[in-house]
């Protein structure tokens, strides 16, 4: 616990650094600055979570760059405390201020034991657990594989699991330490830490006297917390993007709460949607989040906007190239193993009859299946299986997505019909309030345009989801978002109705059934964790699982391979499920593989 700990605050310096600096660069840029009159101001950031986020975006970036030149090691970290220094040195007044001031609200406020025993609660969940299947059959070697040689050419024919690049990986090969002698896998739980603190704002009720639909997916994203606390020991890429995909959506719902008319706090969660499909491949429908800010920067601003709308594509190309180029170098494909597109011809490029049989293997297992012949079954033959499949909860939620579906579209047509009447546009259809039947008239509630975009948001990725490989582990998320959010913003429109006395009650209700749940959960979590507990884990981590292994020497090197079941864990290194699956494409690793026979 201690060891992670210390790994959570060099993290937490190190980033902070780099997204203050970062941030405050991108609002110094005149394209990205709000007018006010006739004069541009930079963008003042409200969450600290923004400057630690952005610090993650770009120091994951780096390694990933760092990892097409070298291995991400000692040297990445030197040159990142270096960069840390040099920018420090540059904004120390303004970073320290902005210290000051969030440290004396949050001492002010009575938050810093709240915040303070969260942190040191998930970095206790953090040092020991369960480490994930995947961990040991792949998620560690990938990790290793970037800490001693960065990028390696054909790397998927070594281990088709290899293939399936991550941006997390490289993030955690750069913040593991091994170069210390004992490699730390705290990334999925610091990814977890910023959820959970962006999670306890739901305390903020008892301040506005009222709720806003950012709270019921804060809600969301306690029970998801309580879920993977005994897992977030393992650096799977599922719960780095979970935990993100959560985070962007209560941001976004706090910016509508808020009403942020600034175009550029959209742009960068946009833009940070970007960045979790590099982490993992089915968070792309959230990038069409990025139809909020160029809608609103092209009405506003014209053709002037196209500036800013360019620069947000620059930013994401430079977030995106990286990933790419490792899927390109590792597999021979742009995404491996998705084969429709099908750019390259390289030596080491697995064969496209392997990675379409793996990528078909991907979509039935999602579905609930082992054969991969179940690929051409129809949806009304394999989704009563994988409905079957489900927990109650997932059941229970899948079901309320259903019958929100038809209440979302009349919302649709509400919106649509009031609009093209020409009585009501936009938010001037909600202050004027043709019906009352969506009408919300608190100052912090979301406008019901808003509401119909980022609902929409969530039934697209349902269906994304459900329609390509949906594995419940990572998607749980996606059946939970849709109902939540509708109801959410019914909830908060009975909310408005009700008098205060019989909100009072109905307030009271809620917070005993909340702390209810609360302590359950708590209750649970200590039950599970007494037979695991150990007190050399209050010191240091929990290590990757060892595997009684085979080695074979192959060109001089040695190659070490499991003779019952297929993982190999992070010691034995390197490790593949196959010897003689792979050829050595010259004399050193460092030349690549090829696949057999060639």
Known sequence: MLAVIANWIYVIITTYIIGYATLEGISSIGCMQSAKGQKKTPYTYKYTESILVAGILVVNVYAELFSLITRVSLAANLILLLACFLLYYQYREGMNERLIVGMGRIVSTGSFWLYLAIFLLMAYGTSHGLMHYDTDLYHAQAIRWIEEFGVVKGLGNLHLRLGYNSASFALSALYSGAFLGKPMHAMAGYFALLLAWQSADIKSIARRQHIILSDFVRVVAIYYLFTIFDEMVSPASDYFMATMVLYIVIHWLDLYAAHERAFLPYALLSICAVYITTIKLSAAPLVLLAIYPIVYIVKKNGKKGIISIALCVLLCFVIAIPYFVRNVIQTGWLVYPFTGIDLFNFAWKIPYETALSDANEITVYGRGFTDVSMIAAPFTEWFPTWLTGLTLVNKGMLMLDAICLPVYLGCVLYFLVSAFSGKNKGTAMEKEGITKIFHLSHRRTVSLSDFIFIEGIAYIALFYFLFTSPLVRYGC????????????????????????????????????????????????????????FSGANLISQQPYNSYELEEKEINGEIFYYPTEGDRTGYDKFPSTPNPDGFTMADESILDGFLPAGR
């Open 477 to 532: 998320i996606y059946l939970w978002l849709p109902a939540v959010i509708l109801i959410g913003r019914f909830v908060i429109l009975f909310d408005n109705r009700i008098g205060q006395d019989i909100k009072g009650y109905i307030y009271k209700i809620v917070i005993v059934a909340f702390a209810a749940f609360m302590i359950f959960k708590f209750g649970m979590l200590i039950k599970d964790d007494v037979p695991r």
